[in-house]
């Protein structure tokens, strides 16, 4: 039986409390989140389901805005020679008048960490240790309730978080957690749900199964965004158009109607992700991610898209990925230069025959098949693992473009295409994007092996 | 009308159909039956099944896949049909193909157990050895099963969809194999079922006479072929005809009572043992592993459909609303009026400074400094200052890149109450927020304070302070 534990996001104004409640409830339509101070005037609860079961409630309360008037008035409302400790001054300030007046928002606060477990005391490391701050910790303390404290924007340019861990620990805080309330790091919730299970053991085994029903479901996620992207990538890879030789305006036609059906695959690729990673389309815009209503900025066939991932290209071969489809001549049934695609050939040549009827037996050696190039394959790949690593992030990757010399990412950019890339090039019938499409059991494993290549994502910490 | 339950597997075939289409045509509206949906144990796959089977009653998928799952049904009992009779008359042709001869019907062994089980046989060893291939294995008569349901069903219809769907959700479970096999099996053990009837019965009513024949072989190979093929059924009770009798119908002589009985017994043993027992093992076990594993058949949630369903039925949080209400009024500090105070010094001083803006460009000598405040004391020794003696003119330089409050405005709006005029100095402006800049702005001019007298830059604010008090 675990127990329901109940912690009071606390903290100055505008430092992040409802981010941080946005954040651990994945609820980006929490609360009211505005750059403005004092947007949070009252208390709201959110509460943290493992596998449906309640575990945690968060209550995000208004911030504390005036602690040194607070510390001034209970200070004045002890009698000299009367000693109180901190639970019973508390008390006192909360039955005075002024509890309902000059300072009801900050009693609001007290309150509602008087009737919790814990308090996180959410701070804005960008900001210096002032001695108001300060004041606000110490009236924190005096509710003897634990405390952990959380540093947000620690990613900041320039951050005070050393002299604020002194600050803390000056005051008896010495667990405390860094935490961007809006970017966080992969296994920062993880990280601060085990702090807090050293700090309040009692609710150890609840925050123990948020932790794990949360890892769990990040993997099964992931799982599912990889899924996507290996689809996406035997889809183009082994997509295949058989054109009759004819009119280059026709061709030109087709390839132009392949071009606009990969873009569309990928498109549905991107929206699926965003999905999976409930991003809303207007969530999208603040994160940073370069999508413009949940697409990409740069189309796929373009330059500034191959640079943009840093695929590197000679010049001769620019030109011809910025088509991005490769044109190869089908004469007596065969693929030139491509023999080994012959079953691709043969399935490719089932759809003409369907197409055009009895003559196109006649006319075999007339055929032209349209394949789309490495280099975009390439660039579908890099794309959405980059998308899926910001998404991951909740936007974080944006600002920190992908690490370069990740070796799964460098394979992808420099390193030889997965083989199974070029098998699926001979397997037309794998693509949902030929009328030849039919579900195997080899296009099954074909996908399974293709997600092994791609990035495992979060590793689960033991 | 109380329809029938769907069994665990329909169901989750359904999910499976319910999850291409929604990945095709974008997400069904399930606003209307969330409720029920969150209502349930919180079980990820319970949840996904039972939203399927609402949308699937609602949309129509459900009935559409019972009417798939009769017409398949319906398919394999006339294949069954089919079978069942070109077995039998595949026997009969047989058995009555000999050359009739006086005393009876001459069958050449070799050639009736070759028509018998040569299909049977070879297609059951493509089986056996394509069970090892990479690519899964492959069944002819259970493929052309499927085949013909999807050409019933038709190319675009819904038909096809819930074909498309079971399809898909077996193959991806490894289990399309075990099912045509066990199609496959079935028909090819009802088949040689009856086979073996046909020619018992033709044994039964018909005199046969069994031969072989011969050009270049020696008799002693057919003795032993004959011996090592009755072996295995001799084991079950088949009789097996001896060297004898089996030369005696090498030569076309008349054969006797107890030889043709021995024959007789051989051929049906043969039949039995090499053809219809294989496929009939065949099937229990391919039978066995389809309804065991089908049974036991569960959703793969890190498919991207259920995956998304998920995140949706399973919800990571649960708003519990507002607990505690804002306070009705809201207690904002505001500069108040105050009688002249005929103050004459001018005075800077600054609240809340990081060092890096403590350094101050050198002043006139009219303008005196006060030490940067912070804490309480601070406060109460400016204000204690100010009260005394009144400055006419008050610069306070505040940091534009923290955060405005109520504390500090409150102490701005009394410092304001003990100086002629004041005004504000919001260092830093360019390196802070635009976001908080301009929450500093609007929270002084809630305060009271006039927007002239608000100056992030520094020569003018000194300007300011330096100009002769009227």
Known sequence: ????????????????????????????????????????????????????????????????????????????????????????????????????????????????????????????????????????????????????????????????????????????????????????????????????????????????????????????????????????????????????????????????????????????????????????????????????????????????????????????????????????????????????????????????????????????????????????????????????????????????????????????????????LGKARSHPEWSTLNPTHSPSEALDQAIAALIDQLPSGQTPRS | MKRPALTPFQSRWLAEVIRQHEEAHGPLDDQALLAELLAGPPDAEQRILLRAERLGEREGWRDALLAWRAQARNLLFLLALFALFSGFAAALGVMGAGQRLESGISLNVIWVLGALLGMPLLTLMLWLASLFAHDGADTLLGRFWWWLNERLAGKASRHARIGAGLSSLLVHHGLLRWLTASVTHLLWTLALASALAGVLLMLAIQRHIFVWETTILPTEAFITLIGALGWLPGLLGFATPDADMIRTSGNGLAQTESARLAWSSWLAGCLIVYGLAPRLLAWLVSHGLWSYRHRGLRLDLSLPGHALQRTRLIPDSRRLGVVDQAPSTWHAPHIQPHPPLHGQAHLLTGMELEPDLRRLPALPPSVSTWPVIESREDRRQLLQAVSERPPARLLLALDARLTPDRGTLAYVADLAMHAETMAIWLMAAERSDPDRLQAWRDALIELGMPTERMMDDASMALRWLGMPHD
């Open chain 1, 1 to 420: 039986m675990t127990e329901l534990l109940r912690l009071a996001v606390v903290g100055h104004t505008n430092t992040g409390k409802t981010s941080l409640l946005r954040t651990l409830g994945r609820d980006t339509g929490f609360g009211t989140v505005s750059p403005r101070p004092s947007t949070t005037r009252h208390v709201e609860g959110v509460r943290l389901l493992a596998d449906g079961e309640a575990v945690v409630e968060l209550f995000d309360t208004p911030g504390m805005e005036d602690a040194i008037g607070l510390l001034e008035h209970i200070d004045s409302l002890v009698v000299p020679g009367e000693r109180l400790d901190g639970p019973d001054r508390i008390a006192r300030f909360l039955a005075s008048p002024e509890a309902l007046t000059r300072f009801e928002q900050e009693a609001k606060v007290l309150r509602q960490l008087l009737a919790s477990d814990a308090g996180l005391v959410v701070i804005d490391v960008r900001d210096p240790v002032l001695a108001k701050y300060r004041d606000e910790l110490a009236i924190l303390a005096a509710c003897a309730r634990p405390l952990l404290p959380v540093l947000n924007f620690v990613n900041a340019p320039s951050t005070h978080e050393h002299e604020w861990r002194d600050a803390l620990a000056r005051l008896g805080l010495h667990a405390v957690i860094s935490f961007d309330t809006v970017a966080p790091a992969l296994d920062g919730e993880q990280q601060l749900l085990e702090k807090l299970a050293t700090l309040l053991d009692r609710f150890r085994p609840s925050l123990q199964h948020l932790i794990e029903a949360r890892r769990e479901e990040a993997v099964t996620r992931h799982q599912a965004a990889s899924r996507l992207i290996a689809t996406l990538l035997i889809d183009v890879a082994a997509c295949r158009r058989i054109v009759p030789q004819g009119a280059e305006a026709t061709l030109k036609h087709e390839v132009e109607a392949l071009r606009e059906q990969i873009r569309q695959r990928e498109q549905a690729c991107v929206r699926e992700l965003l999905g999976l990673y409930r991003f809303r389309p207007d969530d999208v815009a603040p994160s940073g991610l370069p999508l413009m209503d949940g697409r990409w900025e740069d189309d796929l066939f373009s330059i500034e898209a191959l640079r943009g991932m840093g695929i590197r290209l000679s010049k001769g071969m620019v030109a011809g990925a910025i088509t991005g489809v490769g044109i190869d001549l089908v004469a007596g049934g065969l693929t030139l230069g491509a023999a080994a695609l012959a079953g691709a050939v043969v399935g490719g040549l089932w759809q003409v025959i369907g197409r055009y009827g009895h003559d196109a037996l006649a006319k075999l050696r007339g055929f032209r098949s349209l394949t789309v190039d490495d280099a975009i394959l390439r660039l579908l790949a890099l794309r959405q693992q980059w998308l899926l690593n910001a998404l991951e992030h909740r936007g974080h990757a944006a600002i920190h473009p992908i690490e370069l010399d990740n070796p799964d990412i460098k394979r992808w950019r420099s390193g030889s295409l997965p083989p199974l």
